[in-house]
């Protein structure tokens, strides 16, 4: 995310230093690939008016699938699996804001939404995790969508072995445990629209203590109006 977009959408508890955007070049790769090879390609600036860093070009050459997540389990789920990765994570941290926060998402569809014309209408697919994990044939349905043959899609694979993981590292070891450890897709016995944020909250200062937990608490609160601004949205 462009910083200067970040200190403007995103809420934060903890001074943040606005770090200077990269510079992303256009190199012209498809007009220089389809003339003479021994001609020098041009290289000029990258329109930019998305909240990314990325040129405009680039991300209206796909198809956009945003992947969301109910606040209450994706901000302890990150928390828990940073620390078990053995990352430098603290609420204190200038990133936390963004990390516990669903605002970068909706700035990316929104802006996707406000660039379509009739020449360019680019399709945004907004995906509840919930639906993608919970729903039968949802997964069908979105594939057929997307035009793609529903005989790839796995819903069961190995356990990845002891050897394979050996060399990963802590941080991907244990950000891919839960998948690693899986034979196939692990449906919720609750749906996630059913939970009882304020019960969830009181579970995370019980379980983190109050400093941490009301951190999270509040980054909870924040990030649910982008929730349902997106669950709205959603593919179905």
């Not at 977009?5 to 001074?15: A, E, G």
């Not at 606005?18 to 389809?34: E, G, L, Q």
């Not at 620390?83 to 970068?104: C, H, T, V």
């Not at 509840?128 to 594939?143: K, Q």
């Amino acid at each position: 995310m462009d910083p200067k977009i970040v200190k403007r959408n995103i809420p934060s508890d903890v001074p943040r230093t606005v770090k200077s955007c990269p510079v992303v070049v256009d190199r012209n790769v498809s007009s220089s690939i389809a003339s003479d090879l021994h001609d020098s390609p041009t290289f000029s600036p990258a329109a930019r008016t998305n909240p990314t860093v990325l040129p405009d070009s680039f991300l209206k050459s796909m198809t956009p699938l945003i992947l969301f997540r109910h606040p209450a389990l994706m901000i302890p789920s990150f928390y828990r699996a940073a620390q078990k990765g053995k990352m430098e994570i603290s609420i204190y941290d200038e990133d936390w804001p963004l990390n516990a926060s669903l605002r970068w998402l909706r700035l990316v569809y929104d802006w996707y939404v406000s660039n379509r014309t009739e020449e360019r209408a680019t399709p945004v697919i907004v995906i509840d995790s919930d639906d993608l994990i919970n729903s039968p044939g949802f997964s069908s349905h979105l594939l057929a969508s997307l035009g793609f043959d529903e005989q790839h899609l796995l819903t069961s694979w190995e356990q990845k072995s002891e050897a394979y993981r050996a060399d990963k590292g802590y941080m991907v070891n244990s950000f891919k445990s839960t998948l690693w450890d899986s034979k196939g897709i692990i449906r919720s016995e609750r749906r996630d629209y059913e939970i009882d944020v304020t019960a969830e909250q009181e579970k995370l200062r019980a379980e983190f203590g109050n400093e941490v937990g009301n951190s999270m608490a509040r980054y909870i609160d924040l990030a649910m109006g982008d929730y349902h601004y997106l669950r709205e949205r959603r593919f179905h």
